[in-house]
């Protein structure tokens, strides 16, 4: 159990620490990484919550795909590192309007959180500790192919129009 | 002893990271990695809600939510793609011909 | 504390460590074999004496090549980015050594009686193993692209953008070969992959002695794999990005010494890694005659021998690809193939109940 809370804590502040490096880095390079250090993060967690395939399907698509994608631009585009004399004299933390907004907005986020996390019951104990986990891969498969066959179905038509639509959108004009 | 309100924590903590990061940065691709962040909060909430209730809904939705973010990131990063080449610059605000 | 310590004298925390030690011991070993084993053979094929002069036949070769490595010099381009060029070569060894982890080398085994029992020789006994080779083949594209980026030179760019992109593109034929397997077995977990292949086709007639391997009912499934992990490993006749007389090396241009050492064996640990999954997968893993179940592994370290020498036969037998050639091999003839192959495998499955 405590090596359980270990974990979980190990994990969290991996993701946490990526995603803070994400958006606080100058360098887009290191911000990918970054990111792709918080998704190993995440799919620990995954792995703590008992969906293993989950967890892989992370790895392969988001790490190991989407970030890849994202790199590929970043590297045809050498991407330029945001403006240097304006990140030196207001770093993206410290800009009045930004901080301003920002600050209004996490505030709020954080109250409304907090206030309804408050009045919910049920939320002290172990995560379904009661209930068994039904997480094999053919349980996944089964109920994936009958009760959510109509958006397994949309969501390969939309892969296709995405495919479609990034080739058109990225192609060098003839002309 | 982890709980439910542990995971609903963390998830609405990277969900503010992600907003943060799309309200200050003035890169479009780091704009776009913080939508990412801001789909997995969504996701590890998903998830934790199917583990709590004992069912795999919580991570069918969860596929269908990394289709979705993977249409989305390939079709922003051409858009980012056909943006770079007519103004030679990733910042948002190089883009404001239309403001009034 | 001293849980911890009883629980790491039992005997069968020591033989779990015994057997992660053989596996990162044993990988670097065939690494080292392999650079003397590839250059032997393509001097046989090529009808010349490879190596001899360092030791009898020249087995110390290997030896040597890893001293002159560690005494060259250590090179870092002043415009490349620091971290990134030392971290690249760590994330593709990393890479390397971790897709090995879920595969199993033998059967589960007591050691004949030490143990209280059974255990499974691999490193982890994970069931969606299939998977997690998978995702840690994606994660080695990462090693190349950043060795390419930060090496900060337009061949070294150019060299690592191809290479993980010919690497992306063959991951999908890579994984629909490997998803007709699963169905076979209907199992992602390794070593049930592997015990659903002991036994005999048509047991009991004429035809009994045909192992029940999945190559003979999947010689299609085997042949994408086969062209998906040579490309996914960089290796002849898929070698575009890193040939010598393209593009100057490619993403490991800049790189001396101990980096380059590392992707070399990188590269040589994947080689053995991909067929170590094929053996499993499509040749039966560590099934075979004649020999009892507890040495299985004496089966699979021969087939894997098999399929490495395979690996250096199309090297240096074979022209290489040129790089649209490459990709419209990858798209165009290998994923339509792995596709129409999983339709009628599945179909095969539910009509004929294999």
Known sequence: MAFEALLFYAFAAVTVIGALLVVSQRNPVYSVLSLVGAFFGLSGLYVLLEAPFVAVVQIIIYAGAIMVLFLFVVMLLNVPREDAAEWDRSHPLYRPAAVRIGAVLALLMALELGWALSRTTGLTAVVGEGRPAASSVAELGRILFTTYMFQFEVTSILIIVAMVGAVVLARKRED | MVSLGHYLVLSGLLFAIGAAGVFMRKNLITLLLSVEIMLNAVNLAFVAFGREFGTVDGQIITFFVMTVAAAEAAVGLALVIGLFRHRESLNPEAFTSLKW | ?354
């Open chain 3, 1 to 354: 504390m001293s849980a911890l310590i009883d629980y790491l004298l039992q005997p069968t925390t020591i033989a779990y460590l015994g057997v992660i030690g053989v596996v990162f011991v044993g990988l670097q070993l065939m690494a080292a074999v392999m650079v003397y084993a590839e250059r032997k053979v393509a001097a046989f094929m090529q009808q010349r004496y490879g190596p001899y002069l360092v030791g009898p036949k020249g087995l110390l070769q290997p030896v040597a090549d890893i001293l002159k490595l560690f005494f060259k010099e250590e090179l870092r381009p002043k415009a490349s980015d620091a971290i990134l060029f030392t971290a690249a070569p760590i994330i593709s060894v990393a890479a390397a050594y971790l897709a090995f982890a879920p595969v199993p080398f033998g059967a589960p085994t007591d050691f004949f009686g030490l143990l209280p029992e059974k255990l499974p020789l691999q490193v982890s006994d994970v069931n969606v193993a299939v998977l997690v080779i998978f995702a840690v083949a994606s994660m080695g594209v990462y090693g190349i692209v950043l060795a390419g980026w930060a090496s900060n030179s337009k061949y070294s760019l150019l060299g690592g953008l191809r290479s993980s992109a010919q690497m992306i593109s063959y991951e999908l034929a890579y994984g629909m070969s490997l998803a007709t397997v699963v169905m076979f077995a209907g199992s992602m977990s390794l070593t049930e992959i592997v015990e659903a292949q002991a036994g005999y086709w048509f047991a009991g007639t004429g035809f009994g002695f045909i192992p029940h391997w999945y190559i003979f009912p999947q010689a299609i499934g085997f042949f994408v794999f086969a062209c998906a992990g040579i490309a996914e490993t960089n290796r002849a006749p898929f070698d575009f990005p890193e040939a010598e007389q393209e593009l100057v090396a490619g993403y490991h241009t800049e790189y001396s010494s101990m980096r380059f050492a590392m992707f070399f064996m990188a590269e040589y640990i994947n080689m053995v890694t991909v067929s170590a999954v094929a053996v499993n997968l499509f040749l039966g893993g560590w099934h075979g005659p004649f020999i009892p179940a507890e040495y299985g592994w004496i089966w699979f370290v021969i087939k894997l021998a098999f399929l490495l020498f395979c690996y250096l036969w199309l090297r240096w037998t074979l022209p290489r690809f040129r790089y649209d050639q490459l990709m419209s091999f990858g798209w165009k003839v290998l994923l339509p193939l792995a596709t129409v192959n999983l339709l009628l495998t599945a179909a095969g499955v539910l009509y004929f109940g294999l």
